[in-house]
């Protein structure tokens, strides 16, 4: 069964960092693209990042030169290191699979970041 | 970058109406779009891939049409699960949802 479960939220001041964590079970993350879509509270959702199998990443517009994708092979885990946080970034973040190039069949439960001082 | 903009964003119905979200993107993407439903405090589901492709699992109630930038999720005969928001989604270029459609109890 494919599961993903992210972990790493939390309440943080602007211009912190946080590093998001996405387990994954049941398929193999290496062999998939994987993709980071948020949720501000009350919003619409909103893609953020994906990293494809080959290794190659991309970003939004929006958290472009502050967030970093990247994958640990050996523990099936996705990751989203945050830096230079600002308040529009306080959302649900959640990791999602790609079954083939752009969309999301498998998701998180999803972990709150609050930015906020 | 592709804005993808539904109507309505939200949408009064009862049980056993026969719903229609349309989903229009900004420049032609083919047929490449999804549909989600998401639940309050739940994750995204995917419905529909390809605009017209059930995902596995979905009932047959949903369906999607449409290609190039105008598109329609349609549920034929709606149940009280499935008063939710639906998401439309392109893939042809970078990905891009819509702001959502609210289908709510009338």
């Known amino acids: 069964e494919v599961q993903l479960v992210e972990t790493g939220g939390g309440l943080i001041q602007p211009g912190g960092s946080l590093r998001l964590s996405c387990a994954a079970s049941?398929?193999?993350?290496?062999?998939?693209?994987m993709s980071w879509v948020r949720q501000a509270p009350g919003k619409g959702l909103e893609w953020v990042s994906v990293i494809y199998s080959g290794g190659s990443t991309y970003y939004a517009d929006s958290v472009k030169g502050r967030f970093t994708i990247s994958r640990d092979n050996s523990k099936n885990t996705l990751y989203l290191q945050m830096n230079s946080l600002r308040a529009e970034d306080t959302a649900v973040y959640y990791c999602a699979r790609e079954p083939g190039i752009g969309l999301f069949d498998y998701w998180g439960q999803g972990t709150l970041v609050t930015v906020s001082s | 970058a592709i804005r993808m903009t539904q109507s309505p964003s939200s949408l009064s119905a009862s049980t056993g109406d026969r719903v229609t979200i349309t989903c229009r993107a900004s420049q032609g993407i083919s047929s490449y779009l999804a549909w989600y439903q998401q639940k309050p405090g739940k994750a995204p589901k995917l419905l529909i891939y390809?605009?017209?492709t059930l995902q596995s699992g979905v009932p047959s109630r949903f369906s999607g049409s449409g290609s190039g930038t105008d598109f329609t999720l349609t549920i034929s005969c709606l149940q009280s699960e499935d008063f939710a928001t639906y998401y439309c989604?392109?893939?042809?270029?970078?990905?891009?949802f819509g702001q959502g459609t609210k289908v709510e109890i009338k």
């Open positions: 049941g398929f193999t993350v290496s062999s998939n693209y």
């Open positions: 390809a605009a017209s």
């Open positions: 989604q392109q893939y042809y270029s970078s990905r891009t």
